[in-house]
């Protein structure tokens, strides 16, 4: 099993940063394809980005729009979130998943295994 706990959620203004941590235990965080998804309020769903055991990551063109920035230190079984710019349309539960793959980084919900439980993102204007 896996456990994932989200942490640096919070309250910042337009045009701000924000870096947001994802911390793992259990089973070899290493192995894991590490992924990270956001939901506003009436919205579904989203994949912001992801990124593999061995570092390579992937990025929603639309919504990251080069501001969002996703690094892990497998030494520390955390994974990170580095958000620059942000927008009022940023606002959103921020969650971090985790499933074992080794090839390809996935992008729909579906195929995660394991969530934490959200930490809440509000950018002001």
């Known amino acids: 099993q896996v456990q994932l706990v989200e942490s640096g959620g919070g309250l910042v203004q337009a045009g701000g940063s924000l870096r947001l941590s994802c911390a793992a235990s259990?089973?070899?965080?290493?192995?894991?394809?590490m992924g990270w998804f956001r939901q506003a309020p009436g919205k579904e769903r989203e994949f912001v980005g992801g990124?593999?055991?061995?570092?390579?990551?992937?990025y929603d063109a639309d919504s990251m729009k080069g501001r969002f920035t996703i690094s892990r230190d497998n030494a520390k079984n955390t994974v990170y979130l580095q958000m620059n710019s942000l927008k009022p349309e940023d606002t959103a539960v921020y969650y971090c998943?985790?499933?074992?793959?080794?090839?390809?980084?996935?992008?729909?919900?579906?195929?995660?295994?394991?969530w934490g439980q959200g930490t809440q993102v509000t950018v002001s204007s």
């Open positions: 998943a985790a499933v074992v793959r080794d090839w390809y980084i996935p992008t729909s919900e579906g195929e995660y295994d394991y």
């Open positions: 259990g089973r070899t965080f290493s192995s894991y394809c």
């Open positions: 990124i593999s055991w061995s570092g390579g990551t992937k």
